[in-house]
């Protein structure tokens, strides 16, 4: 029996329409997926290419609409009415998720707690739709409901291609370019493969998603060059304030313990913190970093040529709340597209009563400025504890842009602390 031959195809428009939004689609669904357990450093991109992906999809959805519309389209398969009503309800299906999943996104972000802007493929600014606070819960729900409608929707969508194909119907050669309508064969190929990917897709979503529920360690082990994610920084404690001077060994000698400690090279230990502290309207907010490195180089008895240097990752902030996490990563306040590090360095170190001043600069967001650093200090042969202040103006360096650079709304002068461990190189 040989293939029925339908004579009239797609639109080349539509056929494009058509593949482009399938491919979309499918990457939309597995970024959305795994948009809550990417790493830190990564997520504020990923959401902002998230946002601009769903765009997209929405115009090429209202295109290929208007297109379906206007342009004549091959004459509708023969089949039972069961088997024809559940393929209008497939592609309505299709295209509501295709225009209310963005749609619901846009909404989310529209009436977030924290309004954070959207600049699309980094860009074009998307502006905020005009909705109130009760819209956001409404429009998360669907959203979330839609990946799921969608990824159905797409399984059933093949497999009703590839039941016609069985049929000897030559369906899937009309919305396949020239080149592959001609050959029937090579068209259920691509078909099949693209079937192949959908499973594959979705097997590995759901079993993604369930290793990511598993419980987490309490106290994962740091990696190089990063801190664990503890609480923001404590108050020193009265040990962290004691004398710094140096403990000698009980075996030295008194010419030894007299002797002058040179400068030496220190390595910051795991489990130090680095923290922040503003109010936002009233409301106190604790903050910290969690992944920064430090040069330090130092002697009690040498602050001539003692020096440090630090480097924070800004991109590692967690204030407790992801929404404001990502608006301090855009570009109104840390702006870490253009500059992802502080750097904080100070080669003039003093004594002042029972701790040490760092006259140092901060280059962050873009500016460099004067920073004094107050730190206590307590060496024991080769370990010591530190722990100190700072604060830094936040305007002076352009951080909190238009409606943050309030000072009633977020105090110019935010408090950072610190507090870590260092063993001797």
């Known amino acids: 029996m040989g293939v029925k031959a339908l004579q009239q195809r797609y639109n080349g428009v539509a056929i494009l329409l058509h593949w482009a939004l399938a491919l979309l689609l499918l990457f939309q669904l597995g970024l959305g997926w795994a948009l809550e357990d990417l790493p830190h450093a990564t997520l504020f991109i990923a959401f902002q290419f998230h946002k601009s992906i769903g765009i997209l999809i929405l115009v090429l959805s209202l295109a290929r609409l208007l297109v379906r519309l206007v342009v004549p389209r091959p004459a509708p398969v023969e089949g039972a009415p069961a088997v024809k009503l559940l393929v209008s309800a497939v592609h309505l299906g299709l295209y509501a998720v295709m225009i209310l999943g963005p749609i619901t996104g846009w909404i989310i972000v529209s009436t977030a707690r924290v309004k954070l802007p959207t ?50 119907d030559d369906v899937i050669g009309r919305m396949m370019p020239a080149a592959l309508s001609r050959r029937p064969a090579l068209s259920v190929a691509v078909v099949v493969a693209l079937a192949a990917c959908v499973a594959a897709f979705l097997t590995g979503s759901w079993r993604y998603q369930g290793h990511a529920e598993l419980p987490k360690p309490s106290q994962p082990l740091p990696t190089p060059g990063s801190t664990p994610d503890v609480p923001a920084a404590p108050t020193p404690t009265p040990e962290a304030s004691a004398s710094p001077e140096p403990t000698p060994s009980p075996s030295a000698s008194p010419t030894e313990a007299a002797a002058a400690v040179p400068v030496r090279s220190w390595k910051v230990a795991a489990g130090g913190t680095l923290g922040f502290r503003t109010v936002y309207s009233g409301e106190t907010i604790n903050g910290r970093f969690t992944r920064w490195t430090a040069d330090i180089q130092f002697s009690p008895d040498d602050l001539a040529h003692s020096k440090i240097a630090v480097d924070v990752d800004l991109a590692s902030v967690s204030s407790g709340d992801s929404e404001r996490d990502d608006t301090l990563k855009g570009d109104d306040f840390f702006g870490i597209a253009a500059h992802p590090k502080a750097r904080f360095t100070a080669t003039r170190i003093r004594k002042q009563g029972a701790g040490y001043v760092a006259d140092g600069t901060l280059a962050l967001a873009g500016a460099t400025k004067p920073m004094p650093v107050a730190f206590t200090l307590k060496i024991d042969g080769d370990h010591a504890q530190a722990s100190g202040t700072a604060s830094v103006k936040r305007l002076a360096f352009g951080v909190g842009k238009g409606q943050w650079s309030d000072a009633s709304t977020i105090p110019d002068a935010v408090a950072v602390t610190f507090r870590f461990a260092a063993d001797a190189k």
Do not use: D, Q
Request: no cysteine; glycine share 12%; hydrophobic share 55%.
């Open 119 to 168: 600049l699309l493929f980094g860009t074009i600014p998307l502006p905020h739709l005009p909705l109130g606070a009760a819209w956001n819960e409404p429009a998360e729900t669907i959203h979330g409901l839609i990946g799921w409608l969608l990824a159905g929707l797409v399984v059933l969508h093949v497999a009703g291609a590839l039941r016609h194909h069985l049929l000897r």
